[in-house]
């Protein structure tokens, strides 16, 4: 018989409606019910693309007699981490506070208050490698409540206190400065592995937002080192098993083998990850011209329509990174490994000898039971780009016929604004207009869903229904980014209004004090701590994700109390920017932008045309830029901006001096792509 998760939205917690678990869904009345019986809460959260989070859910959770014991002696809520980031962030710190490390599956044991006091992550179901069987944390959690209840209430009011505690204040540390932005680049230099190209470290997450900060550095202040960077970690990412050869788009994460080989991937797919990463590489085209760049850009953007997008037009949160086998076991990577005979069996002899050479694929495999992981094993050797793309599309037309990954169907707020911005720039750069519509119709669900009558952001939705969860500070932060960008590229000063909606809920209900931001509304659920953390982790943090809209808006409209607020937010980046530059990636992407102005380009002339082709190009480091007819209101930017001679015009300032206006697209493209040293 279902249990109460049954009704919920959130894919993840569909997966666990069925199990003999007495779940219940993260609310009130689930600890009103722990306190009238007076046991503790067991709190579990992960989110339907974890691994080890299914794992242990067919391990214990599926498990009668595990179940029985859970449900005699506690309350179990179960949260999707990705539909509750707040709950997540607060219980994650004390994880790490407590046992040094993190991760998902989290396993939190804690009063009817609320207060952890045991806490931990993946459980097995037998004691093994020192871990405690899951059904020994049980018993033990039982009896110190049952007879050990003052100490367990001294643990959890103390480790209740400590996270208290942890408010994070910049202070007057003031914004960013070219020498703040100078260490932050020299800190990279060195975590940076020259020889491979990557970050030093065993697993390797992409860095999308530490590239878009060495892409406007570059610009701004003519980096050599810095572009050179971003292309060696863009090159790197690109060749190697992270990027999916065949299908486009980014795994999770790789792994580096214990024995020597390639990389291998975590093989679940984040909407966020690619929409950050297709916007990377579509700006390192424009720093660039790369062709890698323009490939992987535009494979990148045509795999999120082509397996993410949902019915309603928004884009579903993941792929599993399991699937069935050809024996019908469900393991991680099956879709996406070729073994050479799979190959032949496609591509007849010839084309699979050429295939196995060009994709690395070993008659002993590099991954398991001789299958092999997909990277561009050649360096240096010319190839037929246009026989390696036959095959590419051959190779993709047989894997569609194999057992598709889990997709987890939940549209996710922050992620679609970041797919909107994606796509939105990735259309207009290669006069793709689809991708523009495609990003248009995730931005007509965020309206008409997400944000509903009172302009207040749901976190997530599913099947065209609002999961009920308040937006946190990344989904306004990340969503108004999107909307900015489509009105940049569309001309419609609508998704301006709209983003000035949201920010302006920022200003009112996340703001604190000097400047500082929080990751929830002050008028939110009230947890053990308000969270807040300002670095970046998968996606660009809150924090700085609303700095960059606030100073984007700011530019747009002139809004001084918008400026501000960006200003202060900032203060941020230039204390941990030169310590932990990987982790501010965002902020100090945001820092180039406020640094350069930004500018401020409006186009008197048609959208689309020649002069607002040539804005959107530009590499000034977050310019804003509109188009359109200088006698309508939607942008302010525009007003008493005439044709000259009748021609379009371009008018571009910053710092409140402008440039003469210009017609000429070349005299433009150098005032928004220029180093220093041209100006």
Not at 469 to 495: I, N, P, Q, S
């Amino acid at each position: 018989m279902p249990n109460r998760l049954a009704q919920a939205t959130s894919p993840y917690l569909l997966q666990h409606a069925d199990n003999p678990v007495d779940w219940w869904p993260w609310e009130r009345d689930a600890f009103e019910e722990a306190r009238r019986r007076d046991i503790p809460v067991f709190l579990s959260v992960g989110y339907s693309a974890c691994h080890w989070c299914h794992v242990m859910a067919h391990e214990s959770f599926e498990d009668e007699d595990t179940a029985a014991y859970m449900n005699e002696h506690f309350v179990s809520v179960k949260v999707d981490r990705e539909e509750r980031p707040d709950v997540d962030a607060v219980y994650m710190e004390a994880v790490q506070a407590a046992t040094g490390q993190g991760g998902w599956p989290m396993s939190v044991f804690m009063t009817p208050e609320g207060e952890p006091f045991y806490l931990g992550t993946y459980f097995p179901p037998e004691a093994r490698h020192g871990m405690p069987s899951f059904h020994q944390v049980l018993q033990g959690v039982h009896n110190a409540w049952t007879s050990r209840r003052d100490e367990v209430g001294e643990v959890a009011g103390k480790m209740t206190r400590d996270l208290a505690g942890r408010g994070l204040s910049t202070g007057d540390a003031g914004t960013p400065t070219e020498e703040i932005q100078a260490l932050a680049l020299l800190q990279l230099t060195r975590d940076i592995d020259p020889a491979s190209g990557w970050f030093k470290g065993d697993t390797k997450f992409p860095p999308s937002m530490v590239i878009e900060f060495l892409l406007r550095h570059h610009t701004r202040a003519g980096s050599a080192a810095a572009l050179e960077m971003a292309e060696g970690l863009c090159g790197a990412m690109a060749r190697s098993s992270l990027y999916d050869q065949v299908g486009g788009g980014f795994h999770r994460y790789v792994l580096t083998p214990r024995i020597s080989g390639p990389l291998v991937p975590h093989f679940e797919k984040m909407l966020y990850d690619n929409a950050l990463l297709c916007r990377v590489y579509a700006h390192l085209w424009r720093s660039t011209g790369s062709e890698l760049a323009r490939r992987v850009a535009l494979e990148t953007a045509d795999f999120m329509v082509r397996e993410l997008r949902t019915a309603e037009g928004g884009f579903a949160s993941a792929l599993d990174a399991d699937s069935e086998d050809g024996a019908g076991r469900h393991v991680e990577g099956a879709y996406y490994v070729w073994t050479p005979e799979q190959l032949r069996e496609v591509l007849g002899e010839q084309d699979a000898a050429f295939a196995a050479e060009y994709f690395g694929v070993t008659q002993e495999g590099t991954f398991e039971e001789g299958a092999s992981v997909l990277r561009l094993a050649r360096t240096g050797a010319a190839v037929d780009a246009d026989r390696a793309a036959e095959v590419r599309a051959r190779l993709l037309a047989a894997r569609e016929l194999r057992p598709r990954p889990g997709r987890d169907d939940k549209v996710v707020a922050a992620w679609n604004g970041l797919a909107i911005a994606a796509l939105a720039e990735t259309g207009a750069y290669f006069d793709r207009p689809d991708l523009v519509e495609r990003a248009t119709e995730a931005a007509d669900l965020l309206v008409r869903v997400h944000m509903g009558d009172v302009a207040r952001l749901s976190r997530t939705s599913k099947d065209g229904r609002s999961g009920g969860h308040a937006g946190v500070l990344e989904d306004y932060g990340d969503v108004a980014e999107g909307f900015l960008a489509l009105a940049a590229v569309t001309g419609e000063g609508v998704w301006l209004e709209f983003a000035g909606f949201l920010l302006d809920i920022v200003l009112q209900h996340f703001t604190g004090e000097g400047g500082q931001l929080y990751d929830t509304a002050d008028d939110a659920e009230q947890l053990i701590r308000r969270p807040q953390d300002p670095t970046d982790s998968a996606t660009p943090a809150g924090w700085t994700a609303a700095a960059g809209a606030l100073l984007s808006y700011a530019a747009h409209t002139g809004s001084e109390a918008h400026r501000a607020a960006a200003e202060g937010a900032l203060g941020v980046v230039k204390a941990l920017g030169p310590r932990v530059p990987r982790f501010i990636g965002w902020g100090l992407a945001v820092a180039e932008a406020l640094l350069d102005g930004p500018r401020e380009v409006a186009v008197a002339g048609p959208v689309g045309g020649e002069l607002h082709r040539t804005a959107l190009l530009g590499r000034a480091p977050g310019a804003v830029v509109v188009a359109g007819e200088t006698a309508g209101a939607e942008f302010p930017l525009l007003a008493d901006r005439p044709l000259m001679g009748g021609a379009p015009t371009a008018y571009v300032c910053r710092h409140f001096v402008c440039d003469a206006p210009t017609t000429d697209p070349r005299e433009l493209a150098r005032s928004l792509g220029s180093s220093p040293s041209d100006d």
